[in-house]
């Protein structure tokens, strides 16, 4: 069985000399334990920050192991109670194209329910990502008006389309191409988009959101947020998901300079994390499920085929090639 070992901690972007892809034995399962041929592996932006040896909310990937990651599979093997051979499951062991681990450690999913990827993507982490930060972290309110950044992107596609279909007064999102934009207007029903690698950020900002924004969802940081906060209304509120444009940063980057202007507004600002927010897993499917089950809710997958291309694939999420959720597919 092949997997993916860190072997060296990238300094900036990472690159292929720091990862290696092994030949591994794979281990007989023990009591209680199951073995899972992977399916698709999820591929994250959070994955670069473990690739650090700084601590942080999840443990650093270490030094000459395999990483983990989500991955969906099918089970061939069981010695567990109520996990059978043919069942497929979501777990924390990607990176590999089999694994062996305690059967306590995976949910069953339904293949016929859904396509199998979206319990990584549309339907997973990412969905429930987009809706616990907007409807709670950002108390998101019928009539708000939207600005999410990365809004092509797995998290932020759905964060668009969930405050539109809950009765947004006006979507706005950002992307780093124009064929994205497109996307997001045209296929997505957001109001305005612009590409954020063609102008300042705040002047088209300001250009697409003429009344401001009362939520601000952030996917990016830096520029983003500064032009987010110039933006706001009154009681406007900011979820900080994720700051991709700094995670490859070898020196902290700096901060919006324009942070007073939450006095004025009386803005609030509040980072979060989804996997304090798994409670509201129930009610995320049930309203979301269905949505995406209608296509009212549309998502795109980038399907990068094999596990040789995985790292590949996740390189590709820092550098843009995805739109909607990067999986890959073995
Ligand atoms: P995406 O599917 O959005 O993929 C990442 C995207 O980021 C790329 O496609 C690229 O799109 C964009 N990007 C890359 N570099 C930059 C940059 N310098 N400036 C602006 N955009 C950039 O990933 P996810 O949906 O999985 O994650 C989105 C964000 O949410 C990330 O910041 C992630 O860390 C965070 N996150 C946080 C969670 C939490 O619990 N807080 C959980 C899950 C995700 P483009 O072509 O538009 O540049």
């Given at each position: 069985?092949?997997?993916?070992?860190?072997?060296?901690?990238?300094?900036?972007v990472?690159?292929?000399?720091?990862?290696?892809?092994?030949e591994?034995?794979?281990?007989?399962?023990?009591?209680?334990?199951?073995?899972?041929?992977n399916?698709?592996?999820s591929?994250?932006p959070?994955?670069?920050g473990?690739?650090?040896a700084?601590?942080s909310y999840?443990?650093p990937?270490?030094?000459?192991?395999?990483?983990?990651?989500?991955?969906?599979?099918?089970?061939?093997a069981?010695?567990a109670?109520?996990?059978?051979?043919?069942d497929?499951?979501?777990h924390?062991?990607?990176?590999?194209?089999y694994?062996?681990?305690?059967?306590?450690?995976a949910?069953?999913?339904?293949?016929?329910?859904?396509?199998?990827?979206?319990?990584?993507?549309?339907?997973?982490?990412?969905g429930l990502?987009?809706?616990?930060?907007?409807l709670r972290?950002?108390?998101?309110?019928?009539?708000?008006s939207?600005?999410?950044?990365?809004?092509a992107?797995?998290?932020?596609?759905?964060?668009?389309?969930?405050?539109?279909?809950?009765?947004?007064?006006?979507?706005?999102g950002?992307?780093g191409?124009d064929?994205?934009?497109?996307?997001?207007?045209?296929?997505?029903?957001f109001?305005?988009?612009?590409?954020y690698?063609s102008g300042p950020?705040?002047?088209q900002?300001?250009?697409?959101a003429?009344?401001?924004?009362?939520?601000y969802?952030?996917?990016?940081?830096?520029?983003?947020l500064?032009?987010?906060?110039?933006?706001?209304?009154?009681?406007?509120r900011?979820?900080?998901?994720?700051?991709?444009s700094?995670?490859?940063?070898?020196?902290?980057?700096?901060?919006?300079?324009?942070?007073?202007?939450?006095i004025?507004t009386?803005?609030?600002?509040q980072?979060f994390?989804?996997?304090?927010?798994?409670?509201?897993?129930?009610?995320?499917?049930?309203?979301?499920?269905?949505w995406?089950a209608?296509?009212?809710?549309?998502?795109r997958?980038?399907?990068?085929?094999?596990?040789?291309?995985?790292?590949?694939?996740?390189?590709g999420?820092?550098?843009g090639?995805?739109?909607?959720?990067?999986?890959?597919?073995?």
């Open positions: 069985s092949r997997e993916w070992h860190l072997v060296s901690r990238p300094v900036g990472p690159k292929p000399e720091d990862f290696a892809l092994v591994a034995d794979l281990k007989q399962p023990g009591p209680d334990q199951i073995v899972v041929r399916k698709h592996l591929v994250d959070y994955m670069r473990r690739m650090s700084a601590k999840v443990a990937y270490e030094l000459g192991k395999v990483m983990l990651g989500g991955a969906v599979g099918e089970v061939v069981s010695n109670d109520g996990v059978s051979v043919g497929h499951v979501l924390g062991f990607g990176w590999r194209e694994a062996v681990f305690d059967a306590k450690h949910v069953k999913v339904d293949p016929g329910a859904a396509p199998l990827s979206t319990y990584l993507g549309a339907l997973g982490m990412t990502t987009a809706y616990a930060g907007l972290t950002a108390s998101f309110q019928e009539g708000d939207v600005f999410v950044s990365g809004a992107g797995a998290v932020g596609s759905q964060v668009g389309q969930i405050a539109k279909l809950k009765g947004a007064s006006r979507v706005i950002s992307a191409s064929e994205k934009v497109r996307l997001l207007v045209e296929e997505y029903g109001d305005a988009a612009f590409n690698k950020v705040s002047e900002l300001r250009k697409a003429p009344d401001g924004v009362d939520v969802f952030d996917n990016v940081g830096g520029d983003h500064e032009a987010a906060i110039g933006s706001l209304n009154l009681r406007g900011i979820a900080v998901c994720g700051m991709i700094v995670y490859n940063n070898t020196e902290p980057a700096a901060g919006p300079k324009n942070l007073a202007r939450l004025a009386r803005g609030r600002i980072g994390l989804v996997g304090d927010h798994y409670d509201l897993q129930p009610q995320f499917v049930q309203e979301v499920g269905p995406v209608s296509g009212e809710l549309k998502y997958e980038t399907v990068v085929e094999g596990i040789e291309n995985n790292l590949e694939a996740f390189l999420v820092l550098r090639d995805n739109t909607g959720k990067m999986i890959v597919t073995l």
